[in-house]
């Protein structure tokens, strides 16, 4: 059964969460949430997956209805400051229901 909203989580380095949600957009996500985060890991992990950890991030959700999440993910995946290694990743999250408070959802 699919879920009729998606929630995209972009964990990228510091400074690039504004113009992945420029992008985003574009793409027609309607909005997102920007939470100041940092990475952790032993002092012997100094690669995730292969690249340079950079501990200083950018946390971007950004709630789309789910026909929109392959085109938004496409599109931020797309950017050419996420093309450096290690700048960064993104996953998704069904939603199934969610309420918005002072109005009604989209």
Partial sequence: METPHTLITCIVNKGMAETVMDAARKAGATGGTILPARGTGKEEDVKFFGHPLVPEKDMLLILVGSGLTGKV?????????????????????????FIAFGGSPE
């Fill in 73 to 97: 993910l496409e599109t931020i995946k797309n950017l050419p400051l996420l093309t450096e290694p290690g700048s960064g990743i993104a996953f998704c999250i069904d939603v199934e229901r």
